[in-house]
């Protein structure tokens, strides 16, 4: 059932992989380096990952991964 689905298995490859990088702490211009695309295009796919999943800041991100066991440090 997809309103039974978590938020975060409703994100993109690409997506996922960004937000990894903001729950471990990487600003939007440390991943647009780290993945050669713009700053605009990683703010974006933020904008994208936070509506998904229905939160309004890194730190709800973060504070979701916490608790889904999807933060990896390191």
Not at 13 to 19: H, K
Not at 22 to 33: E, L, W
Request: charged fraction near 20%; glycine fraction near 4%; proline fraction near 3%.
């Amino acid at each position: 059932n997809r309103l039974e689905e978590a938020p975060h298995t409703t994100l993109s490859d690409r997506e996922y992989q960004i937000f990894q990088m903001i729950v471990a702490g990487d600003t939007v211009s440390a991943i647009a380096d780290r993945l050669c695309l713009s700053v605009k295009t990683i703010s974006t796919h933020k904008s994208r990952i936070l509506q998904k999943m229905g939160k309004s800041s890194s730190a709800e991100l973060i504070h979701y991964a916490i608790e889904h066991q999807l933060f990896h440090p390191g």
